[in-house]
């Protein structure tokens, strides 16, 4: 799954340097919600883990409900991504 999360974010970076508002801010923001689910799944900077342990927000996170609700919007969002979007969001 982290190899997935980093080719979601490959992708997000590419859509975010089309210049367009909504293109840069989905971009973005998917970059961002990738990377914090890249650092969930691989457990690696223990300062942000245990921030997210012990937030109301990120403690959802760690759960099979919570990575499978987060994995849903991201792919749904890379739908609207291109090709490369379609291709990632199945």
């Known amino acids: 799954s982290a190899l997935l999360y980093l080719l979601n974010i490959a992708v997000s970076i ?5 210049p367009h508002y909504l293109d840069v801010l989905v971009g973005s923001l998917i970059t961002v919600v990738c990377l914090i689910m890249l650092c969930v ?3 690696a900077p223990t300062p942000l883990i245990s ?15 919570g990575r499978y609700m987060v994995d849903l919007l991201v792919s749904l969002f890379l ?7 379609i291709i990632m969001g199945f």
């Open 51 to 65: 921030r997210l342990e012990n937030s109301s927000i990120g403690s959802s996170l760690f759960t099979f409900r």
């Open 14 to 18: 590419h859509f975010a340097l089309i």
């Open 79 to 85: 739908f609207a991504m291109g090709v490369w979007g």
């Open 41 to 43: 799944a691989i457990e």
